[in-house]
T-cell receptor
C-alpha cells in the first residue's frame, strides 16, 4: 500500500502571497489531519477532515483553511502569507476521525516565506 | 502549565542501555500516541494507547490512565534509535491532538 504523499515537498513564497498544499492519504483512509511544525512552537494541530467535512480545528487564524475531496485527498490553503508561516506542514491520515486511530504521516511540505 | 509534558528534553546514552522517556498530561484523553521523528522531518507512529501496555520489537509503551502518565521504553538501544520521540494526546473533549515538546535521544556507539 502506498503511504501518505504530500506535494510539493518544498516551496518558497513571498509575504502576501497565498499557497496551496496537497495531501493524498493512504488508500481506504478517510480522515486527514494537518499539522504545522516550527522550531519555536513544535507541532501544532491545524484541522482534521473526514468525509469532506472539517471535524476539528486548532487555534489558527482564518488565513489557514482546508478542504477534502470525495476521494479523501485534502488541500490546505494559506492566504496572505506571513514570515511566521514558514514551517514544515505535515498531514496524516487515519481510518476514522477523532484522532484515536493510528496516524500515518506524510513526508511534509517545507514552506519558506521570504 | 503545558497540557502535555515530556521528560527528559534531551537524553544521551550508550548503545545497549535501557531507555525510558516519560509523558504526563493534565487533560482527559481518548488516546495517547507515541511518535518518532528522524532528522529531515519524517514522523512515524510507534504506538497508540488508551490503556495498558503495548510492545513492538524493542519498544514498549505503557499508560496509567489514573495517574495521567505514559512511558516509552527502548531495550538494548542502538544508534539507529537516535531521533526525537514525541508524545501526543487526543483530548476527549474536543478531539484535538495536543503534542509534547519531544525528547531528543542520542545513542552513542
Amino acid at each position: 500500500k502506498a503511504g501518505v504523499t504530500q506535494t510539493p515537498r518544498y516551496l518558497i513564497k513571498t509575504r502576501g502571497q497565498q499557497v496551496t498544499l496537497s495531501c493524498s492519504p493512504i488508500s481506504g483512509h478517510r480522515s486527514v489531519s494537518w499539522y504545522q511544525q516550527t522550531p519555536g512552537q513544535g507541532l501544532q494541530f491545524l484541522f482534521e477532515y473526514f468525509s469532506e467535512t472539517q471535524r476539528n480545528k486548532g487555534n489558527f487564524p482564518g488565513r489557514f483553511s482546508g478542504r477534502q475531496f470525495s476521494n479523501s485527498r485534502s488541500e490546505m490553503n494559506v492566504s496572505t502569507l506571513e514570515l511566521g508561516d514558514s514551517a514544515l506542514y505535515l498531514c496524516a491520515s487515519s481510518l476514522d476521525w477523532g484522532l484515536s486511530y493510528e496516524q500515518y504521516f506524510g513526508p511534509g511540505t517545507r514552506l519558506t516565506v521570504t | 502549565k503545558n497540557e502535555v509534558e515530556q521528560s527528559p528534553q534531551n537524553l544521551t546514552a550508550q548503545e545497549g542501555e535501557f531507555i525510558t522517556i516519560n509523558c504526563s498530561y493534565s487533560v482527559g484523553i481518548s488516546a495517547l500516541h507515541w511518535l518518532q521523528q528522524h532528522p529531515g522531518g519524517g514522523i512515524v507512529s510507534l504506538f497508540m494507547l488508551s490503556s495498558g501496555k503495548k510492545k513492538h520489537g524493542r519498544l514498549i509503551a505503557t499508560i496509567n490512565i489514573q495517574e495521567k502518565h505514559s512511558s516509552l521504553h527502548i531495550t538494548a538501544s542502538h544508534p539507529r534509535d537516535s531521533a526525537v520521540y514525541i508524545c501526543a494526546v487526543a483530548m476527549d473533549s474536543n478531539y484535538q491532538l495536543i503534542w509534547g515538546a519531544g525528547t531528543k535521544l542520542i545513542i552513542k556507539p
